[in-house]
């Protein structure tokens, strides 16, 4: 008898997984007996990451790399950064609004 294959390797690791626990690969969601196929995705072949599942893991191995220590400055450094290439202070500044609200839910009692 054939042994399954191993679980392919998580895009996100180490201390970033736990701070992303909303987040579930695409491959965890679909259903089994009615697989969704996305526009331009074929079946038998297999996926590639999309750029936002990229972007997702490229964050997490940085923040491991920093180290718990520095992640509060990498992650303000990338927000700045991010902010610049907007160039757009009104949705940047809607979007740290949006923050905020999510992040509500911390401070009730």
């Not at 997984?17 to 491959?27: F, H, Q, S, T, V």
């Not at 526009?39 to 750029?51: A, D, M």
């Amino acid at each position: 008898m054939k042994e399954p294959a191993p679980p392919p390797e998580p895009l996100i690791t180490g201390a970033a997984a736990g701070k992303l626990r909303w987040w579930r690969p695409l491959e965890e969601v679909r259903d089994e007996h009615q697989p969704l196929i996305l526009p331009g995705e074929r079946r038998g072949e297999p996926e590639s990451p999309s750029p936002l599942e990229e972007f997702y893991g490229r964050l997490a191995q940085a923040i491991d790399s920093v180290g718990p220590e520095h992640e509060p400055l990498l992650l303000c450094k990338l927000v700045l950064l991010l902010a610049h290439e907007v160039e757009d202070p009104v949705r940047a500044t809607a979007q740290i609004d949006q923050a905020l609200r999510d992040l509500a839910w911390m401070h009730e009692t």
